[in-house]
């Protein structure tokens, strides 16, 4: 094949020359191009692999369909792999690099695959790697991970910045065809706000291509006139190189724009790419249509093209895919593509058109060879020729170019994406897009309007109409004059018999047409399961090109219409988005809020280490001088409110306000323990199940008065329960009265915990809190001294004597600096959530680390609280299911190393002695662990095959992860004051 560059013609700025380089070859373009006409223009048609046999492919399309051209663009941090060429808009500087190939585009090992092609067919890894089962960690999934995909991943930190923005529109218009630019144009004279979005860099469509004359003047020129005047109505944005990938609900459309990708050097002062939600009152969809391609053997050698393809890229390029073209064609589509080429000085050799009869003209001294089929081609990296059938007589035809054209399918994607079904017309030979309402409309190619009268005409009548409805007056628009023109008309063909190679549906993913007869045999045949049988359709392109001759074949092979077979569901999104392009300024320290405490500051001023924890920023440990490791500032921490007191903050927990007179009841029925006759003035630890019978979370509830409860929940849950409850009051039970409001920002929570807390916190509070007065589990509304309103709460997390006081937000680091100076004489101090962590390990408390969904009461030593006598209580019927309550359920213990030097890691399984590590062997796990200062060394939680039965057993603590093992003696989870003594102090 030899393509070149025309020597005139073109939409393209030859006083613009750009260099660029493929594979590090030197090569030259100029301005307006594509990456793809630019290889063409300099003959470079072998452009990549293809996924599975590594097969020789060239440039097929000239648009966003493209299934071949992927390449990766730039180099180092800002490369951008899977980039289409046909899509990628020229710039100088522009390096481009092959895909899917090794050591080099032309010479690639992987090629093999194509040796090996009768072995591969569809469905093959499903039956191939299936034994033996010990080479599959070894082996198979190493090397299918290492050939999985196209483009490499960058690992290095992305260097673009990217935004994203609101739009607000009467009209979104998609599409900047010939009526997508109408129907701007009616409705921006109406005075309608108008946004026109298309995903080219220069707006005109099919325009761009045309050769016919409107209003006198060519295509292009009245594109650029209709752009211009859209320019000028304030009332109308116009957004290029911008594409709408998603159809949402509200009429809200997801749409990315393309900022600075066509720039060597993107501006620190712009985003490189940048997401816009379009809200639209109405949206007019003008995408056009995709021609199809044919399914013929050896269809998929670099050089065929799509018909189309081949005209766009003489017309608006100046760029010949070959000195000797040939035409195969089921329609007028193809003559148009032969007389294109011949008005440009391109040769023709001969058009192939599979239909008996037909009034298409060919150009003159062009060869015509009706009910003619091609059933291979030549050449290895470029064609050379084509076999031609036609009544059993064979015929090789010399050519380097052969443009195909099957007929046209309407661009619907979005029209589609919420659900409604396309529509089979039996009229246009394609899928039609539904009827989804005035809320979407579909004109020009879209609706199957081929002419670019009809086109016009749709897309000024749809607006006006859309106009109408909004209450603007829009005047019948006075539509461009344009040359007569015939109706083009195709034939369907699927599939082309007699292929002496193979016949290819999806070139990316080189399913030809027998996979898919093998789909059928084997029980695949509805269309869903054929494309993931075939892996047809589910390459990047998403089967923009093949999927309609895959639901064609698959409707000849089942003998019905393709109206019965349907397609594919259609999704957001229509053409691949940047992960950048959808996180926008969420990344680094912005990738999620973060939410302070209310004492932030306060632990920020004690010198605070802090760590992320959810959403929230916690203080982790307050390190002193001297202290060289975080370890040794959390066993200080720890050791000291064992001694004498500390002050933490807990503000992060969940806190839920619930009101009503039948709040006492809701309670009692969200809980698995009792909660209905919980005196005024009282805390009660709580524990939340989920319907099957598993902890869903744990916390406390106070009732501060009768008809008014204070929730409390783990901080990770707070979300969670708080849209549980929301879902309970209002699906549930709707009958009771109950209200509720989570009061998470409004209270600064600290806790105060040690011998000494009393002490210390008497110095603040006015009442009483003596054991007496106030004892364990007690909670009341008080105030501080200085007429500050504040909770009390006698509940510890530590095992220690311990309070915790809630006071508004806006108080709370006054009021901890108050306890800390109170606290000076008493030797206090303030610990984080590492020395929290500690003690409550000590205390054999429990965190989500231990209910992580797979947890019953039971299981956490806790079934004394589930309440076998409660009518009913969320998963109490279905913890009685026998999973749930045999005997050799895991159960929670505690672990002591034998070695007391020895460590211990969460996440660690559980082996008897002797026995070697595997499924059937395992005990258990680790579910939390740490070092005890108090008691001078290594602690864990874990849960152990009826672990409450083995108290003083030895056990095997296997961490393969780590390649460490330790015995260890299981014991009481309660590692310090098993007795609660000192709880209760």
Same mark, same amino acid.
């Given at each position: 094949?030899?393509?070149?560059?025309?020597?005139?013609?073109?939409?393209?700025?030859?006083?613009?020359?750009?260099?660029?380089?493929?594979?590090?070859?030197?090569?030259?373009?100029?301005?307006?191009?594509?990456?793809?006409?630019?290889?063409?223009?300099?003959?470079?048609?072998?452009?990549?692999?293809? &996924?599975?046999?590594?097969?020789?492919?060239?440039?097929?399309?000239?648009?966003?369909?493209?299934?071949?051209?992927?390449?990766?663009?730039?180099?180092?941090?800002?490369?951008?792999?899977?980039?289409?060429?046909?899509?990628?808009?020229?710039?100088?500087?522009?390096?481009?690099?092959?895909?899917?190939?090794?050591?080099?585009?032309?010479?690639?090992?992987?090629?093999?695959?194509?040796?090996?092609?009768?072995?591969?067919?569809?469905?093959?890894?499903?039956?191939?790697?299936?034994?033996?089962?010990?080479?599959?960690?070894?082996?198979?999934?190493?090397?299918?991970?290492?050939?999985?995909?196209?483009?490499?991943?960058?690992?290095?930190?992305?260097?673009?910045?990217?935004?994203?923005?609101?739009?607000?529109?009467?009209?979104?218009?998609?599409?900047? %065809?010939?009526?997508?630019?109408?129907?701007? =144009?009616?409705?921006?004279?109406?005075?309608?706000?108008?946004?026109?979005?298309?995903?080219?860099?220069?707006?005109?469509?099919?325009?761009?291509?045309?050769?016919?004359?409107?209003?006198?003047?060519?295509? $292009?020129?009245?594109?650029?006139?209709?752009?211009?005047? =859209?320019?000028?109505?304030?009332?109308?944005?116009?957004?290029?190189?911008?594409?709408?990938?998603?159809?949402?609900?509200?009429?809200?459309?997801?749409?990315?724009?393309?900022?600075?990708?066509?720039?060597?050097?993107?501006?620190? *002062?712009?985003?490189?790419?940048?997401?816009?939600?379009?809200?639209?009152?109405?949206?007019?969809?003008?995408?056009?249509?995709?021609?199809?391609?044919?399914?013929?053997?050896?269809?998929?050698? $670099?050089?065929?093209?799509?018909?189309?393809?081949?005209?766009?890229?003489?017309?608006?390029? /100046?760029?010949?895919?070959?000195?000797? +073209?040939?035409?195969?064609?089921?329609?007028?589509?193809?003559?148009?593509?032969?007389?294109?080429?011949?008005?440009?000085?391109?040769?023709?050799?001969?058009?192939?058109?599979?239909?008996?009869?037909?009034?298409?003209?060919?150009?003159?001294?062009?060869?015509?060879?009706?009910?003619?089929?091609?059933?291979?081609?030549?050449?290895?990296?470029?064609?050379?020729?084509?076999?031609?059938?036609?009544?059993?007589?064979?015929?090789?035809?010399?050519?380097?170019?052969?443009?195909?054209?099957?007929?046209?399918? $309407?661009?619907?994607?979005?029209?589609?994406?919420?659900?409604?079904?396309?529509?089979? @017309?039996?009229?246009?030979?394609?899928?039609?897009?539904?009827?989804?309402?005035?809320? #979407?409309?579909?004109?020009?190619?879209?609706?199957?309007?081929?002419?670019?009268?009809?086109?016009?005409?749709?897309?000024?009548?749809?607006?006006?109409?859309?106009?109408?409805?909004?209450?603007?007056?829009?005047?019948?628009?006075?539509?461009?004059?344009?040359?007569?023109?015939?109706?083009?008309?195709?034939?369907?063909?699927?599939? +082309?018999?007699?292929?002496?190679?193979?016949? &290819?549906?999806?070139?990316?993913?080189?399913?030809?047409?027998?996979?898919?007869?093998?789909?059928?045999?084997?029980?695949?045949?509805?269309?869903?399961?054929?494309?993931?049988?075939?892996?047809?359709?589910?390459?990047?392109?998403?089967?923009?090109?093949?999927?309609?001759?895959?639901?064609?074949?698959?409707?000849?092979?089942?003998?019905? @219409?393709?109206?019965? +077979? %349907?397609?594919?569901?259609?999704?957001?999104?229509?053409?691949?988005?940047?992960?950048?392009?959808?996180?926008?300024?969420?990344?680094?320290?912005?990738?999620?809020?973060?939410?302070?405490?209310?004492?932030?500051?306060?632990?920020?001023?004690?010198?605070?280490?802090?760590?992320?924890?959810?959403?929230?920023?916690? @203080?982790?440990?307050?390190?002193?001088?001297?202290?060289?490791?975080?370890?040794?500032?959390?066993?200080?921490?720890?050791?000291?409110?064992?001694?004498?007191? %500390?002050?933490?903050?807990?503000?992060?927990?969940?806190?839920?306000?619930?009101? /009503?007179?039948?709040?006492?009841?809701?309670?009692?029925?969200?809980?698995?323990?009792?909660?209905?006759?919980?005196?005024?003035?009282?805390?009660?630890?709580? #524990?939340?199940?989920?319907?099957?019978?598993?902890?869903?979370?744990?916390?406390?509830?106070?009732?501060?008065?009768?008809?008014?409860?204070?929730?409390?929940?783990?901080?990770?849950?707070?979300?969670?329960?708080?849209?549980?409850?929301?879902?309970?009051?209002?699906?549930?039970?709707?009958?009771?009265?109950?209200?509720?409001?989570?009061?998470?920002?409004?209270?600064?929570?600290?806790?105060?915990?040690?011998?000494?807390?009393?002490?210390?916190?008497?110095? #603040?509070?006015?009442?009483?809190?003596?054991?007496?007065?106030?004892?364990?589990?007690?909670?009341?509304?008080?105030?501080?001294?200085?007429?500050?309103?504040?909770?009390?709460?006698?509940?510890?997390?530590?095992?220690?004597?311990?309070?915790?006081?809630?006071?508004?937000?806006?108080?709370?680091?006054?009021?901890?600096?108050?306890?800390?100076?109170?606290?000076?004489?008493?030797?206090?101090?303030?610990?984080?959530?590492?020395?929290?962590?500690?003690?409550?390990?000590?205390?054999?408390?429990?965190?989500?680390?231990?209910?992580?969904?797979?947890?019953?009461?039971?299981?956490?030593?806790? /079934?004394?609280?589930? @309440?076998?006598?409660?009518?009913?209580?969320?998963?109490?019927?279905?913890?009685?299911?026998?999973?749930?309550?045999?005997?050799?359920?895991?159960?929670?213990?505690?672990?002591?190393?034998?070695?007391?030097? *020895?460590?211990?890691?969460?996440?660690?399984?559980?082996?008897?002695?002797?026995?070697?590590?595997?499924?059937?062997?395992?005990?258990?796990?680790?579910?939390?662990? %740490?070092?005890?200062?108090?008691?001078?060394?290594?602690?864990?939680?874990? &849960?152990?095959?009826?672990?409450?039965?083995?108290?003083?057993?030895?056990?095997?603590?296997?961490?393969?992860?780590?390649?460490?093992?330790?015995?260890?003696?299981?014991?009481?989870?309660?590692?310090?004051?098993?007795?609660?003594?000192?709880?209760?102090?």
């Amino acid at each position: 094949m030899t393509a070149y560059r025309l020597s005139a013609g073109g939409l393209v700025d030859r006083s613009k020359v750009l260099s660029f380089t493929f594979d590090g070859n030197p090569l030259r373009g100029f301005a307006g191009d594509t990456l793809a006409s630019a290889l063409l223009a300099n003959d470079q048609m072998l452009v990549g692999r293809s &996924f599975k046999y590594h097969r020789p492919r060239g440039i097929v399309s000239a648009g966003p369909s493209e299934p071949n051209a992927l390449v990766t663009l730039g180099s180092g941090a800002r490369s951008d792999p899977n980039t289409k060429a046909t899509v990628a808009e020229l710039y100088a500087g522009l390096t481009a690099k092959s895909q899917n190939r090794w050591p080099s585009l032309g010479f690639d090992v992987c090629a093999v695959n194509g040796l090996l092609s009768p072995f591969l067919g569809a469905g093959f890894y499903y039956k191939t790697f299936m034994w033996p089962r010990q080479l599959w960690e070894k082996l198979y999934e190493p090397v299918i991970r290492r050939a999985a995909g196209l483009g490499r991943a960058v690992l290095e930190r992305d260097p673009e910045s990217y935004e994203k923005s609101w739009a607000f529109c009467d009209l979104l218009v998609v599409g900047g %065809g010939p009526a997508g630019l109408m129907a701007a =144009l009616t409705a921006g004279r109406a005075g309608l706000r108008v946004i026109l979005a298309d995903e080219d860099f220069r707006l005109g469509g099919s325009l761009l291509s045309e050769t016919e004359t409107v209003d006198g003047a060519s295509a $292009p020129a009245f594109a650029d006139r209709a752009v211009a005047e =859209l320019k000028s109505l304030e009332n109308v944005t116009l957004l290029p190189r911008t594409t709408v990938f998603g159809w949402y609900d509200d009429n809200v459309f997801g749409a990315v724009e393309r900022v600075q990708k066509h720039v060597a050097e993107p501006s620190t *002062k712009l985003p490189t790419e940048r997401v816009w939600r379009i809200a639209a009152k109405r949206a007019l969809l003008a995408t056009g249509a995709e021609e199809r391609p044919l399914v013929f053997g050896g269809n998929d050698r $670099p050089g065929v093209m799509m018909a189309g393809a081949v005209s766009t890229y003489a017309k608006r390029y /100046g760029v010949s895919a070959g000195k000797s +073209v040939a035409i195969f064609t089921s329609g007028s589509s193809g003559y148009r593509t032969a007389r294109d080429l011949s008005a440009k000085g391109v040769a023709v050799s001969t058009i192939i058109d599979s239909r008996p009869e037909t009034n298409d003209v060919a150009p003159d001294g062009v060869r015509v060879i009706r009910s003619g089929s091609i059933v291979d081609t030549r050449g290895r990296r470029r064609l050379s020729g084509i076999v031609v059938e036609r009544s059993g007589f064979e015929e090789l035809i010399a050519c380097d170019a052969l443009g195909m054209s099957g007929g046209w399918s $309407p661009v619907i994607h979005l029209a589609c994406q919420r659900g409604a079904r396309p529509v089979w @017309s039996d009229t246009l030979n394609a899928f039609a897009a539904p009827d989804v309402g005035n809320a #979407l409309r579909v004109a020009g190619a879209a609706n199957g309007v081929y002419t670019l009268a009809g086109c016009l005409r749709d897309g000024a009548e749809k607006a006006t109409a859309i106009a109408s409805e909004l209450g603007f007056n829009a005047a019948a628009a006075l539509l461009p004059v344009t040359e007569p023109e015939v109706e083009p008309s195709f034939a369907a063909v699927w599939y +082309v018999p007699g292929a002496k190679s193979k016949a &290819f549906v999806d070139f990316q993913n080189d399913v030809h047409a027998k996979d898919l007869g093998l789909a059928l045999r084997e029980g695949f045949g509805h269309v869903e399961h054929a494309k993931r049988y075939t892996t047809s359709g589910m390459a990047t392109d998403q089967g923009k090109l093949s999927n309609i001759n895959a639901v064609g074949i698959l409707a000849g092979m089942r003998g019905v @219409s393709p109206a019965e +077979v %349907g397609t594919t569901t259609f999704r957001p999104f229509y053409t691949p988005v940047s992960f950048g392009a959808l996180a926008g300024t969420s990344r680094d320290s912005h990738a999620t809020p973060t939410r302070k405490s209310p004492l932030h500051e306060w632990a920020k001023k004690h010198g605070a280490t802090f760590v992320d924890s959810g959403l929230w920023f916690r @203080s982790a440990w307050f390190p002193r001088a001297g202290e060289k490791t975080w370890r040794e500032s959390v066993d200080r921490e720890v050791l000291n409110v064992r001694a004498n007191v %500390g002050l933490c903050d807990v503000s992060t927990l969940g806190k839920i306000e619930v009101f /009503g007179a039948d709040a006492a009841e809701f309670l009692n029925r969200l809980y698995c323990n009792a909660m209905l006759k919980l005196p005024v003035g009282k805390a009660r630890y709580g #524990l939340m199940l989920r319907e099957d019978g598993f902890v869903f979370d744990d916390g406390t509830v106070s009732r501060l008065a009768e008809d008014h409860f204070f929730v409390t929940t783990t901080t990770a849950m707070a979300g969670a329960v708080m849209s549980h409850i929301d879902y309970c009051a209002q699906v549930l039970w709707p009958d009771l009265k109950v209200r509720f409001c989570s009061s998470s920002d409004q209270w600064a929570q600290m806790a105060i915990a040690g011998p000494k807390a009393r002490d210390v916190l008497q110095q #603040l509070v006015d009442e009483d809190i003596s054991e007496t007065a106030f004892p364990f589990l007690s909670a009341r509304a008080t105030a501080l001294r200085g007429g500050i309103h504040a909770r009390l709460f006698r509940i510890s997390f530590s095992g220690e004597l311990a309070f915790e006081l809630a006071v508004p937000a806006g108080y709370g680091e006054a009021v901890a600096e108050q306890i800390m100076e109170a606290g000076r004489a008493h030797d206090i101090c303030a610990y984080g959530v590492e020395a929290l962590n500690v003690l409550r390990l000590e205390k054999g408390l429990l965190t989500h680390a231990e209910f992580d969904g797979r947890v019953t009461p039971d299981d956490a030593g806790l /079934g004394r609280m589930f @309440s076998a006598q409660k009518p009913d209580f969320i998963g109490k019927h279905l913890s009685a299911r026998y999973g749930l309550t045999a005997a050799d359920r895991m159960q929670l213990v505690g672990l002591r190393p034998v070695d007391k030097d *020895k460590d211990m890691r969460a996440g660690a399984h559980l082996l008897k002695e002797g026995m070697k590590p595997s499924t059937l062997n395992d005990q258990g796990w680790v579910s939390s662990a %740490g070092y005890s200062p108090v008691l001078g060394q290594h602690i864990a939680l874990a &849960f152990l095959k009826s672990g409450r039965e083995r108290y003083g057993e030895k056990i095997v603590v296997w961490d393969k992860l780590r390649d460490h093992e330790v015995i260890a003696e299981v014991c009481d989870p309660a590692f310090v004051d098993p007795e609660n003594k000192k709880l209760k102090a």
